[in-house]
Each structure stands twice: as structure tokens, then as C-alpha cells.
């Protein structure tokens, strides 16, 4: 049913419009009726039942109370059993219609329940096995605000349409053929035709104020994003003093959102009064009809309050339809851009049935490689090495060489272009993204951390492992007596993004959680180049009792972290210029040779070198 959207000029609107809801309800109602749940269903059909109970019911509460009051008129002789029978008759109808609606929400409840945690699951892990370049082009905070809103609408569509318009609607159908029946066409066409202005009216109206509603949604979520970007940012604003620039930015967005808020609400006066007149003009239409009625005789005052019992019954739920038709709109649109999200193809998929990496020594070999993130600006280019299993290879060269885009191609956030990547002799492209990651570890230039504890970070590595196990990670990653000197251990938070931990003691977190993973292969992409000379000394001793007997990638800009590597290549312009030892590459005297001595100048390296 997603195919059905349809996105074009102005023309055909309403066509796009409704092929838009259709949509939405029709990728709702998987969810809703459930394949292979007997449960999920049982409760759908006995949520209807007690719906339509409770709508037949419900129609007979005015034809009661009609039978009430002409069995009390004067004329209809003293108070017998048969008028109190009614008015019991009457009282249990009204308690019926009640009860049949309460009983209905409560076994829908769980159903509609469901539905929305299901579809919020289904999203979010779509969300995770989109590529690394939809996430790079999405804003965290607008994606974030779909859900939200997407979900939120699932509740809402599921209250109005499904318990309040569609019942209403055969409500109206209901009444229109007891009125037929009971008195005679002009009562009926007249309360149909009342119902029908009315809905006319709303629906044009409340179509015309969603355009606000829209406007109000996007300020809404651009107004958010800033807020959310401004917020993580917050020692960035605080180096350059920028706490007015981000509030002007902020409040940029926020007055968009009140000029269509503003809009919307002024506007919504108009609806309520055409609604109110049209109510007020249909009743009076009625009166007027029945009283002459009563005047000639072919009337009771029963059938004048039956009459009018019928219309307020039906304006009841209809005094609601222009807030409940923007809301059940404006869900089908958050429900359609939630599940436009699911629309989004995966740029990086497992071949069908794609088996698991079989590991048997961890070798990994770029055999031609090309790629780029935009098809005009190429950035490898029929790049090959290998490093041996339990071997290190290290990849240097100049900023913009290609050097990160390797670890990314590695980890299959993209897929090559040119050329193949395969582990132990497996083109990583025909063997599942699971099993392939789960083989490969990394301990980044930037630890990002999650706004959890110490131990919840380390333990993300392996979030099965066990406490002793975790601790003995921290501990061969030199951070366990740091950890346990903090006053709660542990249990200490670490804050958004790791902020509350310095670097050295973020990267001894990824490297406890990389210990804890304990995978063959180990990938070190720049994991000193933020760090100070002496913490960087500290911390390539941690990388070096991690990396003994595993396959290790290292990509570094301080070549001085790389001198013990097998194999050393430097890339340059996405090619590979050179490739050797520390010591060969020194004699070769060339691009190496150069950046080494650069690095020395700015005294980069030193101490490495004297070793």
C-alpha cells in the first residue's frame, strides 16, 4: 500500500490526498490485524461487536424516552406498570450504550497498544539498518519528532475514526431510517440534510485550516532540530560567546510556530460559529415541523422529543468532528511521513539468506577498491593491500587521502563501487552486516559515548557479558582504578556524549568495551590523534596489549603510533604512493620519509623515534 503515494504538482491535490490516507491506513492495518495472532484478532471482532451493540442500542434511547413521555401526557390516563417498565427500559438502555463503549475500548486497548509499539519498533530498527549516509543528511532531532508524532497519530487515528467517526456515520444512518419509518420523509431528509451541511461545512473549513496546522508542524520540528544541534553543542557556543546568536536562531523558529498558531486559532472561530448556526438552524427546522405536526394532530409530544432527542444525540459527536476530522488528518500525514521512513531502501542489504562470516584466521584484503560518496568526486581509487591474519597494517597519509573511508567501507557502512573487501578469502558484501561486525572492533579518534553510566558504556560491548567480566575489561584497559576512585564507581554517569570523562579516559572506555567485544580483527582509526603527548604514550600501550594476536588496521595521522606496524602504506589522493616497514620507507626517502621529518620538526614523534 506505500506505492500508493503519490508526490506531484498542484494538480490532482485531492487525488494525492486521498491516495496519501488510503495509504496510511492501509500500512496500519497489518499492525491492527495481525497474521498468526488469534488473540489480536478475537479482541478486533469483539471491539466491533460491542461497538455496533452499542450504536443499536444507542438508537433506541430516544424512541423510549419518546414512548416515556407519551405514556405520562395528560391524556394517557393514570401511571401504570407500563410507563415504569419503559422508564427502567429506558435507564438500561442508556447504561447499555454506556457500557457497550467502555467495554469496547478496554478490549481494544490492548490492540491499539500493540499496534503502536510495534509500529514505533519497526521504525526505529529500519532506522539502524539504514546506511550511514541517510543519517548523515537527517537531522536527529526531525527524525526523532516523526516518531513521536507518527505514533501519537496511530493513538489518535484509532480513538476518532475507528470509535467516533465511522460509528457516527452509521449512527446517521441509523436515525435517518427510524425517523423514515416512525414519522415520515420531510423529519428525515431534513436531519439528514443537517448532518450533512454540517459535515460539508467542517470538513471544507478544517481542510482549510490544515495548511496552519502544517506550517505550525515543520517550524515546530525545525524550531526542535535547532534547539537539540544548539544543546549538544553547548561548550562550542560557550568558546565563542554565541548565546544570543542561538537564542535569535531559536527564536526564529519559534515565532514562524506562533504566526501559524495564531492563524490556526483566529480561524478556528469561523468554524465554530457556522457550526453552531447550522445546528441551531437544522433543530429549529425540526421544532418547527413537529410542533405543527402536534398543532394538527399527527404528532405526539413524545414525537417532538424523540425528534429532538435524535438530533442532539447526533450533534453530540459531531460537535467534535471539525477538531476530530484536523486531528484524524493531520495523524494520516504523521502516519505517513512515520512510515515514509520505512519507505527509505537500505543503501548497504544483505544478499537473500546471506551466511555468516566464518572467521578462521581474520586476513583482510582491499583488492581494487573504488568508491566515493559522490559519484563525481571519486575517493579511492583501485586501492589493494592485505593484512595477514593476526598481522598489522597501517594506513597514513594527508588529510582527505581516503584513510577514514576505509575503516567505513571495512564496517560496510557503503558499499564498494570498484573492487571487493573480503575477510579470510569472504567478500564482504554476499556475507550478513551481523555477523561481519561482529567480528571487527574499533576504538575511534572520537569516543561517543552514551548519557548512561561507566558501566553501561563498557558493557555495551557485549551487553550480555557478566559484571566480573566487564570489570576485568576496565581492568585490562587500565581504567578500573580510575573508575572505582570516582564516588559512585561504576554507576557514574558519564554524560551526553561522554562529555563529563576527558579523552584519554573516553578512549580507555573504548577500549575496555573493544576487550569486552573480544573480536578477531581490531580497527584503530586516528585513536590518539586527539590526545596529548603523554596520554597518547599511555594509551598506545593499552592499544598494544589489545591488538597482541589479532588481525589490527591502523589509521593514523601521528606516524608515530604506527612504527611498530608489519606493513606501513600511504595513501595519498586515494591512491597508494608507498608501502613498507618504518625503516624501509625511511631509506626509500619519499612521501613518508617527508611527513616523518615534518612531524619530527613540529615535535611529533620524538621520543618514539629515540626508542
Not at 69 to 90: E, F, K, M, Q, R
Not at 324 to 331: D, F, G, S, T
Not at 550 to 579: C, F, K, N, P
Request: net charge neutral; charged share 20%.
Amino acid at each position: 500500500m506505500r506505492g500508493m503515494r503519490m508526490r506531484g504538482g498542484d494538480d490532482g491535490h485531492g487525488r494525492r490526498e486521498a491516495a496519501l490516507e488510503l495509504g496510511a491506513l492501509g500500512n496500519l492495518m497489518p499492525y491492527l490485524w495481525p497474521r498468526g495472532e488469534r488473540e489480536m484478532r478475537l479482541r478486533v471482532v469483539i471491539a466491533m461487536s460491542f461497538l455496533i451493540a452499542g450504536k443499536i442500542i444507542g438508537v433506541y434511547v430516544p424512541y423510549l424516552y419518546k414512548m416515556v413521555i407519551d405514556a405520562v401526557s395528560p391524556h394517557a390516563g393514570p401511571l401504570t406498570v407500563i410507563p415504569i417498565g419503559l422508564i427502567v427500559a429506558y435507564g438500561l438502555a442508556n447504561i447499555g450504550s454506556l457500557a457497550f463503549n467502555e467495554l469496547r475500548d478496554a478490549v481494544f486497548a490492548k490492540v491499539a497498544q500493540r499496534a503502536i509499539r510495534r509500529v514505533g519498533l519497526a521504525v526505529f530498527a529500519h532506522l539502524h539498518r539504514l546506511s550511514l549516509r541517510f543519517h548523515l543528511d537527517r537531522r536527529t532531532g526531525g527524525l526523532s519528532r516523526s516518531i513521536e508524532r507518527g505514533t501519537r497519530g496511530i493513538d489518535t487515528l484509532l480513538r476518532f475514526m475507528l470509535f467516533n467517526i465511522l460509528p457516527t456515520l452509521a449512527e446517521i444512518a441509523l436515525v435517518t431510517v427510524v425517523l423514515w419509518g416512525l414519522l415520515d420523509a420531510a423529519f428525515a431528509l431534513v436531519t439528514l440534510g443537517t448532518v450533512v451541511i454540517y459535515i460539508a461545512y467542517t470538513i471544507i473549513v478544517t481542510a482549510w485550516r490544515l495548511q496552519f496546522r502544517k506550517v505550525m508542524n515543520e517550524q515546530d520540528s525545525k524550531a526542535n532540530t535547532k534547539a537539540i544541534d544548539s544543546l549538544l553543542n553547548f561548550e562550542t557556543v560557550k568558546y565563542f560567546g554565541n548565546e544570543r546568536h542561538e537564542v535569535a536562531r531559536y527564536d526564529e523558529g519559534l515565532a514562524a510556530y506562533e504566526k501559524a498558531a495564531v492563524r490556526s486559532l483566529t480561524s478556528l472561530s469561523l468554524l465554530n460559529i457556522g457550526q453552531s448556526a447550522i445546528i441551531s438552524l437544522g433543530t429549529t427546522v425540526v421544532m418547527l415541523m413537529a410542533a405543527r405536526g402536534i398543532a394538527g394532530g399527527t404528532l405526539t409530544s413524545g414525537d417532538m422529543v424523540m425528534v429532538v432527542g435524535y438530533l442532539m444525540q447526533l450533534y453530540r459527536p459531531l460537535g467534535f468532528f471539525g477538531f476530530v476530522y484536523r486531528e484524524i488528518k493531520q495523524a494520516l500525514v504523521d502516519i505517513d511521513d512515520m512510515f515514509e521512513l520505512l519507505d527509505q531502501k537500505q543503501e548497504v542489504q544483505d544478499v537473500a539468506s546471506a551466511p555468516a562470516l566464518a572467521v578462521t584466521g581474520g586476513s583482510i584484503a582491499f583488492e581494487g577498491v573504488e568508491f566515493g560518496y559522490d559519484a563525481r568526486r571519486p575517493i579511492l581509487k583501485g586501492v589493494s593491500f592485505t593484512v595477514p591474519a593476526g598481522g598489522s597494517v597501517a594506513i597514513v597519509g594527508p588529510t582527505g587521502a581516503g584513510k577514514s573511508t576505509i575503516s567505513r567501507l571495512l564496517f560496510r557502512f557503503y558499499d564498494v563501487t570498484g573492487g571487493r573487501i573480503t575477510v579470510d578469502g569472504q567478500d564482504i558484501r554476499g556475507i550478513s552486516q551481523e555477523s561481519l561486525r561482529g567480528s571487527l572492533g574499533i576504538v575511534p579518534q572520537d569516543t561517543v559515548l552514551f548519557n548512561d553510566t561507566v558501566y553501561y558504556n563498557i558493557a555495551y560491548g557485549r551487553p550480555s557479558a557478566t559484571r566480573a567480566e566487564v570489570e576485568a575489561a576496565a581492568r585490562l584497559a587500565h581504567i578500573h582504578d580510575f573508575v572505582m576512585s570516582l564516588p559512585d564507581g561504576y554507576e557514574t554517569m558519564v554524560g551526553e556524549r561522554g562529555l563529563k570523562l576527558s579523552g584519554g579516559e573516553k578512549q580507555r572506555v573504548a577500549i575496555a568495551r573493544t576487550i569486552l567485544k573480544d573480536p578477531p580483527i581490531i580497527l584503530f582509526d586516528e585513536a590518539t590523534s586527539a590526545l596529548d603527548t603523554h596520554t597518547e604514550k599511555q594509551i598506545q600501550t593499552n592499544l598494544r596489549e589489545v591488538s597482541r594476536g589479532r588481525t589490527t588496521l591502523m589509521i593514523a595521522h601521528r606516524l608515530s603510533t604506527v612504527v611498530e606496524a608489519d606493513q606501513i602504506i600511504v595513501l595519498e589522493g586515494g591512491v597508494i604512493v608507498e608501502r613498507g616497514t618504518h625503516g624501509e620507507l625511511l631509506d626509500l626517502g619519499a612521501k613518508y620519509a617527508e611527513l616523518w621529518q615534518r612531524q619530527l620538526e613540529a615535535g611529533e614523534g620524538e621520543q618514539q623515534a629515540a626508542e
